[in-house]
């Protein structure tokens, strides 16, 4: 158990769609990483906040956003939902960020889109 | 960042020794070599880093030419839990840590 927990572990839903995927970093961890994983792209970096701060950004599509609270929890926003949105993300967190600082991932939300 | 090259798959018996090759040619001299792991479909899991020295904890050793073009991780004993694949990332300093995962390598252990 890395600590880290993402809601809800498994979510169906059809295109058009919105969803709304949450992530809980360890205690005390300041940085949040948001990680896409499907067959065909493998494992892609998408966003970084740092204590409530965009800080890094990948691969995110315009349609996908995110945010960090006060509390320091996550959420990843995905609207108008594709059948090539369909994966698994990631969620991870680290003290700060950074060169240094492992990153603890979480057990993962898998979305699958009909 | 620099791109890291792995064999796709490898396969090492219960017990043995698996040594995992990466290289990293293009590494500059701020980048450090990371290395994570990912058990069936399961979260990656944080291994073991390094910039140019040796490294070794409880998990595994990891060994930097002296050149830092490639790196080996070293599972001493490995067990049939150590099956997984296996990625082998060069983060830079100053990025904020975001990682950058390639294929990686696919490890197999056997009774």
């Known amino acids: 158990d890395s600590g880290v927990t993402q809601t809800p572990k498994h979510l169906i839903t059809a295109t058009g769609q919105r969803v709304t995927l949450r992530c809980s970093p360890r205690?005390?961890?300041?940085?949040v990483y948001w990680y896409q994983q499907s067959l065909d792209q493998g494992l892609q970096f998408l966003i970084q906040y740092y204590n409530g701060e965009e800080r890094a950004k990948g691969n995110i599509l315009e349609r996908f956003s995110a945010q960090q609270f006060p509390d320091l929890h996550s959420e990843l926003n995905l609207s108008s939902l594709e059948l090539g949105d369909s994966a698994l993300y990631f969620c991870?967190?680290?003290?700060?960020?950074?060169?240094?600082?492992?990153?603890?991932f979480g057990p993962g939300t898998r979305l699958t889109v009909l | 960042d620099a791109k890291t090259t792995q064999p796709t798959s490898m396969d090492c018996a219960e017990g043995r020794a698996a040594n995992l090759p990466c290289n990293h040619s293009?590494?500059?001299?701020?980048?450090?070599v990371y290395w994570y792991r990912q058990i069936h479909s399961q979260g990656p899991q944080y291994i073991i880093h390094?910039?140019?020295?040796?490294e070794t904890n409880e998990m595994a050793s990891l060994i930097i030419t002296e050149d830092r073009k490639s790196s080996t991780l070293i599972l001493p004993h490995a067990t049939l839990r150590d099956t997984a694949v296996y990625y082998c990332?060069?983060?830079?300093w100053g990025q904020g840590g975001k990682l950058i995962f390639g294929q990686g390598t696919e490890l197999s252990v056997k009774p």
């Open positions: 991870a967190s680290s003290v700060v960020g950074g060169v240094g600082n492992e990153q603890f």
């Open positions: 205690s005390g961890d300041l940085s």
């Open positions: 293009t590494i500059s001299g701020n980048e450090y």
């Open positions: 990332i060069a983060v830079k």
């Open positions: 390094g910039l140019k020295n040796n």
